[in-house]
């Protein structure tokens, strides 16, 4: 069975400083792993994801996530926020037929 | 540019009444989902479809149905609105020939029974 963890369901960063949104996943088998964004109002939009290819991987607007495989964690990174990344960030798991189980979310506040 | 057009954005609706959302999307995909999103909780499996006038459940499919008649149209039924379904719900759709492909999601109705 596959499962999703967000570590903290809210995180609060000042403008310009880091970005880190956590994540660990349980899956019986080797994953897909996904970052969406949802901004207020709005459907969820892919950020980035891994397919068992490169480790790291780089998404839009300068996310990135690093799959490792010994921590089964998939954490979202930035090295900077912007006041536009405020939004709510799940982590997904894809399994069998694309099926995808998420995350509780992770709320983040971006403070001017 | 990939679309999935849910037909209500927000919806108010009388406990008991029977409710449909529809989902409809323009990328030929094969499959097709249904989840209900609420704070804490991230989004919930209620059905999918893989192909026409198929269906199976997901993690919450009580109080829930649904339609495939078409392959872009997938339609989301309650038979009888019930305020435990006050609940944010999102469309989405992805392609089967390739494992592990992001799903493409609407932007999400706001249902809420009173």
């Known amino acids: 069975a596959q499962s999703v963890t967000q570590l903290d369901s809210h995180v609060s960063v000042s403008e310009g400083t880091p970005v880190l949104l956590r994540c660990n996943y349980s899956?019986?088998?080797?994953?897909?792993l996904f970052w969406y964004v949802q901004h207020p109002n709005k459907g969820l939009q892919l950020l980035l994801k891994y397919t068992s290819a490169a480790t790291l991987v780089k998404g839009i607007n300068g996310f990135e996530a690093e799959f490792k495989k010994s921590e089964t964690s998939f954490h979202l990174t930035k090295p900077s926020a912007h006041m536009s990344d405020a939004a709510e960030y799940f982590c997904v798991v894809s399994h069998a037929g694309n099926m995808l189980t998420f995350g509780g979310g992770t709320r983040l506040m971006v403070k001017p | 540019d990939v679309k999935v057009t849910q037909s209500s954005r927000y919806l108010v609706k009388r406990t008991g009444e029977k409710v449909f959302l529809e989902c409809v999307q323009d990328?030929?995909?094969?499959?097709m989902f249904w989840y209900r999103q609420d704070p804490g909780l991230g989004l919930r499996l209620i059905y999918f479809?893989?192909?026409?006038?198929?269906?199976e459940k997901g993690d919450i499919p009580e109080g829930y149905s649904v339609s495939r008649e078409k392959k872009e149209r997938f339609s989301l039924i309650l038979e009888s609105a019930s305020t435990n379904q006050t609940s944010m719900y999102l469309c989405a759709s992805s392609p089967s020939d390739t494992m592990n492909t992001e799903a493409f999601f609407g932007q999400g109705t706001r249902l809420t029974v009173v």
């Open positions: 990328m030929d995909h094969e499959n």
């Open positions: 899956s019986s088998y080797s994953p897909s």
């Open positions: 479809s893989y192909d026409v006038k198929m269906k």
